[in-house]
């Protein structure tokens, strides 16, 4: 988090203030207005005792004078602005806390004093992905939670708590981060490298006779009150198979698949992306061709960190699209890297570099 002190008139300039020169906003989401009726109840219990405790008085005959009665009038309406400054405060905090997506990052402003800001960021790309918790009957019935951002890299995850429609919400930040790696891809665009979103995943599905506009809905339902991901959704209504989901993203983004299940791994292969990258964007390597490395991912948004393991090795990175399980499942069987004994068996424990099919030689 930074703190930065940030002046201005309304949401606009707030927003513009803690962006940067190029950078442009592409969504400003707040919490549930449910969010602030705390307050709003807090605020109504203080104003209890303004006409509780004048009538009290009066009843007990404590104010027996007009002198009496107009210490009383200041002591009441001092509080009443007390109460109001209260009441200010806290929306002023509601107002102005709010997360901000743009076409580069991911911000989190908070408003800790009424010219101090706390700022979280995050950057597009590491994006990993997002989840959706709607918990308790009040989120419910008015249709708001929290939506968890997780991560690929060092940084932490990120939560929009308390949002409106978070399910909507996460569909907007996945379509955001697509549009991102769509437009850089590493050192070559998606385009150069033939991987761009040729149709909506949705289109895809129904071009191929796969769903109904009917079973769409029925998914998007589903996805609402779950959280799931659309397809997750899909499949879990029994309307299409996994290996539908698997070849439509293969035909969104023009990228090949793959059926893991009977597929043999080579070990040095296989080593060449690092375990805790493997499991954290679940990808893993399959092949090795010249100076290219094959690697089998769900989804395009788990390329860039796989990118940047492949490429610190002096290699360049090919990919195709696998089965989020069976990609998993593979990673549980082939990780830790088993290293060649002197006997010829295998052994557990890292891969060493002079194994690698580049050498153990990398570039900088």
């Known amino acids: 988090m930074v703190e930065q002190k940030i002046q201005g008139k309304g949401i606009v300039n707030e927003v513009k203030a803690i962006t940067r020169p190029g950078e442009q906003v592409e969504k400003v989401y707040r919490r549930h207005w449910a969010n602030?009726?705390?307050y709003i109840f807090t605020v109504l219990a203080m104003l209890i005792p303004v006409f509780l405790v004048p009538w009290l008085l009066n009843v007990v005959g404590f104010i027996s004078s007009s002198t009496d009665q107009q210490y009383l009038n200041m002591i009441v309406g001092s509080y009443i602005l007390f109460v109001w400054s209260f009441?200010?405060?806290?929306?002023?905090?509601?107002?102005?806390?709010?997360?901000?997506?743009?076409?580069?990052r991911i911000l989190d402003a908070e408003l800790k004093?009424?010219?101090?800001?706390?700022?979280?960021?995050?950057?597009?790309?590491?994006?990993?992905?997002?989840?959706?918790?709607?918990?308790?009957?009040?989120?419910t019935l008015l249709r708001?939670?929290?939506?968890?951002i997780r991560t690929a890299g060092q940084h932490p995850d990120f939560t929009f708590d308390k949002v409106p429609n978070p399910s909507v919400i996460a569909n907007e930040l996945l379509e955001i981060h697509e549009r991102l790696i769509g437009q850089s891809y590493g050192d070559k665009s998606l385009g150069e490298r033939g991987i761009v979103e040729r149709k909506s995943f949705r289109e895809v599905l129904k071009d191929e006779g796969l769903v109904t506009q009917e079973d769409i809905a029925k998914a998007a339902a589903e996805q609402a009150a779950t959280g799931k991901r659309l397809g997750e959704a899909l499949v879990t209504l029994g309307m299409v198979k996994r290996r539908d989901i698997v070849d439509a993203i293969g035909q969104q983004y023009n990228l090949p698949t793959v059926d893991l299940t009977h597929y043999e791994f080579d070990p040095t292969v296989v080593g060449l992306i690092s375990e805790p990258v493997a499991r954290k964007v679940h990808a893993i390597a399959l092949s090795y061709s010249g100076t290219t490395v094959t690697a089998a991912v769900p989804h395009p948004r788990q390329m860039p960190e796989v990118l940047g393991e492949i490429k610190n090795q002096g290699l360049e990175a090919a990919f195709v699209i696998a089965d989020g399980e069976e990609i998993d499942a593979a990673i549980n069987q082939n990780y830790p890297i088993k290293k060649p004994e002197s006997n010829g068996g295998f052994k557990n424990g890292s891969i060493d570099p002079a194994d690698s099919p580049n050498g153990g030689e990398t570039t900088e």
């Not at 509601?94 to 997506?101: G, L, S």
């Open 36 to 38: 602030f009726l705390p």
């Open 87 to 104: 009441l200010a405060m806290s929306w002023v905090n509601y107002y102005y806390d709010v997360f901000i997506v743009t076409n580069e």
């Open 113 to 139: 004093t009424f010219f101090t800001r706390e700022i979280g960021e995050l950057n597009l790309a590491q994006l990993q992905n997002v989840e959706v918790k709607i918990i308790g009957f009040l989120e």
């Open 144 to 148: 708001f939670g929290d939506v968890h």
